[in-house]
């Protein structure tokens, strides 16, 4: 079946700095991926997504790759801040249904 | 953007009772909602699909009979879970989708419930 693996946290750096949370999946098919965040007391919020191989998602700073020849959907961003600090997960869908497959989260923790 | 809103936040209840949990579509109406599970450092489990109107789809290994499932209007769904125990004790979250500020087929999710079952 469907999965997602995703570094695991907790993640903590400094302001400015670079970051990467690796996203590995398996799927059938060809998945669309996706990113959400989870800011402290909310929901979670739908950050990027791609939907077909080479493309890049982007939003806020943040980009990612869908890179079908490693089956990998990394998130990056040049230079952090604050208020990036989150939750991040890394989720698919396949098979043209609209179920959610999610990775374990990679909480991110971003001081001044 | 579109908000949905679960309640309650917290509950924290005895062995044996039920409890309820709602997640509400605030500014636009869910066709489905999707619950999901999430336990300490694991992702969120999908456990059952609810369209308004009909019946909810569980999936494998979610006990229909302890996890009720009620969409009655296109923006309210509730969780009830039945006969509480310890091992229900977990983080439930709620995912809607519809049509939101011309976003059709964007998933929206809850804050999530935290259960305790003493």
């Known amino acids: 079946g469907d999965s997602v693996t995703q570094m695991e946290g907790p993640v903590t750096l400094s302001e400015e700095a670079f970051l990467t949370i690796n996203c590995t999946y398996t799927a059938t098919g060809y998945p669309s991926l996706f990113w959400y965040v989870q800011y402290p007391g909310e929901g979670l919020q739908l950050l990027l997504k791609?939907?077909?191989?080479?493309d890049k998602g982007s939003n806020k700073g943040f980009e990612a790759t869908y890179r079908k020849e490693t089956t990998s959907f990394h998130l990056e961003k040049g230079s952090v801040q604050v208020s990036d600090s989150a939750v991040y997960f890394c989720?698919?869908?396949?098979?043209?249904?609209?179920?959610?497959?999610f990775g374990t989260g990679t909480r991110l923790t971003i001081i001044p | 953007g579109a908000v949905v809103s679960q309640h309650p936040s917290r509950v924290i209840c005895k062995s044996g009772t039920s409890v309820k949990i709602e997640c509400r579509s605030l500014d636009f109406q869910a066709t489905t909602m999707f619950w999901y599970r999430q336990f300490p450092k694991q992702s969120l489990m999908l456990m059952a699909t609810?369209?308004?109107?009909?019946?909810?789809?569980?999936e494998q290994g979610v006990e229909k009979d302890k996890f009720l499932i009620n969409h009655a209007s296109l923006t309210l769904s509730t969780l009830t879970v039945t006969s509480a125990h310890p091992e229900d004790s977990s983080f439930y979250i709620c995912?809607?989708?519809?049509?939101?500020?011309?976003?059709?087929?964007?998933?929206?999710f809850g804050e999530g419930s935290r259960l305790t079952v003493l």
């Open positions: 791609a939907t077909k191989a080479d």
């Open positions: 989720a698919l869908s396949s098979g043209g249904n609209e179920k959610l497959t």
């Open positions: 609810s369209n308004e109107g009909s019946k909810a789809t569980y």
């Open positions: 995912s809607a989708r519809g049509l939101a500020g011309g976003r059709t087929g964007e998933l929206f």
